[in-house]
């Protein structure tokens, strides 16, 4: 599978940070860990298949993108991919917790997941984003060239 492209609107990310509060709200109302796992599997798709078949994506491009009209502002993938790498971790985490009884640690990996798709959806502040770059400047110069 493509990466996707480089860089995308970055109402689109907003957009799929929308969906990823509703579903993980959902989640923490009702304890229902599939939902959990569904949304697991759809921070993966972002994160290790790229932003081109990234699910809330391909709704945000068939659905929103032709109501709102085009735009020049652009956002580098790299962080937004990053981003949902912690989610997915996130979700792992949740979903081993509820799976196994831990409920505690499941709703405490779902809230913080929860907390990191709300600040982005509702004030554009990416946690990850702002995250990635802090750690690619600690990651040594070889190891980024292997990537």
């Known amino acids: 599978m493509s990466a996707g492209p480089s860089q995308v609107d970055p109402r ?3 957009f799929a940070a929308w969906v990823t509060t509703v579903v993980l709200a959902a989640v923490l109302v009702t304890g229902w860990w599939p939902l959990l796992a569904a949304q697991g599997v759809v921070f993966a798709i972002g994160a290790f298949a790229g932003f ?6 391909i709704l ?9 009209g085009p735009t020049d502002e652009r956002e580098d993938t ?8 912690v989610g997915f971790g996130f979700a792992v985490v949740g979903v081993l917790g509820y799976a196994t009884g831990l409920t505690a640690l499941g709703i405490v990996a779902t809230a913080f997941a929860l907390a990191a798709a709300f ?5 554009a502040f990416c946690l990850g984003c702002e995250t990635y770059p802090l750690i690619r400047r600690f990651t040594p110069e070889k190891e980024r060239a292997l990537r």
């Open 119 to 123: 600040l982005n959806a509702a004030f």
């Open 12 to 14: 689109g990310p907003r």
């Open 78 to 85: 790299a962080p937004l991919r990053f981003a949902q790498g």
């Open 52 to 57: 081109g078949v990234a699910p809330y994506l």
């Open 60 to 68: 945000y491009r068939a659905f929103a993108a032709p109501r709102l």
